[in-house]
């Protein structure tokens, strides 16, 4: 995987729904590339809640969030002068946001299971089946709290995919490119995500109605 | 319910099974497919429960927009870096343009 960000296609029409332009961007982006220090904080106040939501996600811990979030803006501040605008920026930035989690999940040996493992399709790793189970429906059972603490437990490989794509909304051709790997790949570790979710919120739904 | 988990073929016509399905279910759900015309799901509970399920997981994860935002501290670390960083190059504050870059 890449260490930095590089240029990618220009971006689909969905993706522009789910990464609108915000006033002011382009301006503050070409400020900052000059050098303008208030430009660079501006960018800052615009994505830090979204950088820090996706490193928080990650990690699961505010302090290492905080840190990574620092991180991935000093590297937003080196490599700004590459930006060319062939993507959205926010894409971009979320791109190198991602590189510097995996690099501090590669540091981190990855507790539960290999990003690499979970990123290669395995012949005999595909998701799951389902040919029983009829006495629980998630539907309508679900809080936030909950699905936030599910999301907490999948492996880290999963659970950057789901992130990605079902909270953030980039599309598998983005999430591809970020973690420079198939989309095919990036299609299939969504579903295993999504059903490991499923797995993870009736086990928790099945303790509750024990008790 | 119909449990199909192997393949079964009446009057010459074949029955899609649970495991075949789910094994679509991947591209289907890409494909934005409505799944409530497929004959599978008509006739089995189980996979209709299933569709339903990651169907709402889907559904709830969009809701889990960023609340937070990090602490007035990490915008302070990155400037006091970022001087620090140009500091050392003895120059004003300038992101770092490398050869080869520009719009």
Known sequence: MSAGPTESKPATHQHLRRNPPILGEAEAIAAAQAGDEKAFETLYALHKRRVYSLCLR???????????????FLQLYRKIGTFRGDSAFSTWLHRLAVNVVLMHLRKKGLPQISLEEALEPSQDDGPRKDFGGRDLQLSGSIDRVTLERAIDD??????????????????????????SCSIGNSKSQLHKARMKLRDLLRTGQRKETAV | MTRTRFGETTLGKTIM???????????????????????HLKTCENCAALVRDLEYIAQQAKLLLPIHDPSPGVWENIRTAIRNEQGSKGGPLKPPVPPAAGR
């Open chain 1, 58 to 72: 990650m990690l699961g811990n505010v302090a290492a969030a905080e840190d990574l979030t620092q991180d991935a």
């Open chain 2, 17 to 39: 099974t649970c495991a075949d399905f789910q094994e679509r279910l991947p591209e289907l759900f890409e494909t934005h497919a409505d799944l409530s015309a497929d004959e």
């Open chain 1, 154 to 179: 999948l492996p880290p490989g999963y659970r950057l995919v789901f992130v990605l794509h079902d909270v953030e909304g980039y599309e598998h051709n983005e999430i591809a490119e970020m973690l």
